[in-house]
T-cell receptor, first 115, second 113 residues
Framework: GNSVTQMEGPVTLSEEAFLTINCTYTATGYPSLFWYVQYPGEGLQLLLKATKADDKGSNKGFEATYRKETTSFHLEKGSVQVSDSAVYFCALSGGPNTGFQKLVFGTGTRLLVSP | DAMVIQNPRYQVTQFGKPVTLSCSQTLNHNVMYWYQQKSSQAPKLLFHYYDKDFNNEADTPDNFQSRRPNTSFCFLDIRSPGLGDAAMYLC????????????FGPGTRLLVL
């Protein structure tokens, strides 16, 4: 079945440092890939997504590129802020013409940014 | 703004006392989901409605039920809450399943005494 593997956290960085959170996946066909962010005590918010190979999703300075050859969707940000401290979930769902498939989450990576 | 709303944000119940959590959406989406999220874990899908069709996950306990009286509202009923049911409950919606983006509500944190 489909699965997502994320690097374990916590990831601890100083403000303005470069961020990478690794995500790899196993899936048949061409799934859609997502990064969701969860701030303390809140629900999940969609951060970015990509629906086909070589697509780059971007939002709020975060980027991730759908790499089919390496089955990866790593999250990057050039300069993190304290306000980016949160838990980040990589997820996938079935591609087009695959019928209904639920969202499959990774285990989440906690990011802690200090001033 | 169109959104997913969950009430209440915090719910305290007693062991074995039925409790209902509610979710509403203004997105007019076909699909509504209920997830359970325990501390430091990924959300776990309990069930979803595709329009009026209910789809239960195989490992969802019978203690958890759901109702969707119309497109906008969906309820999660826990018939006899146990201590292990204390968690954050997240509602989400999507216009269809599969590759469509899911939009999450803020969650209801359930405490069982």
């Amino acid at each position: 079945g489909n699965s997502v593997t994320q690097m374990e956290g916590p990831v601890t960085l100083s403000e303005e440092a470069f961020l990478t959170i690794n995500c790899t996946y196993t899936a048949t066909g061409y799934p859609s890939l997502f990064w969701y962010v969860q701030y303390p005590g809140e629900g999940l918010q969609l951060l970015l997504k990509a629906t086909k190979a070589d697509d780059k999703g971007s939002n709020k300075g975060f980027e991730a590129t759908y790499r089919k050859e390496t089955t990866s969707f790593h999250l990057e940000k050039g300069s993190v802020q304290v306000s980016d401290s949160a838990v980040y979930f990589c997820a996938l769902s079935g591609g087009p013409n695959t019928g209904f498939q639920k969202l499959v989450f990774g285990t989440g990576t906690r990011l802690l940014v200090s001033p | 703004d169109a959104m997913v709303i969950q009430n209440p944000r915090y719910q305290v119940t007693q062991f074995g006392k039925p409790v209902t959590l509610s979710c509403s959406q203004t997105l007019n989406h076909n699909v509504m989901y209920w997830y359970q999220q325990k501390s430091s874990q990924a959300p776990k899908l309990l069930f979803h409605y595709y329009d009026k069709d209910f789809n239960n996950e195989a490992d969802t306990p019978d203690n958890f039920q759901s109702r969707r009286p119309n497109t906008s509202f969906c309820f999660l009923d826990i018939r006899s809450p146990g201590l292990g049911d204390a968690a954050m409950y997240l509602c989400a919606t999507s216009s269809r399943g599969g590759m469509e983006t899911q939009y999450f509500g803020p969650g209801t944190r359930l405490l069982v005494l």
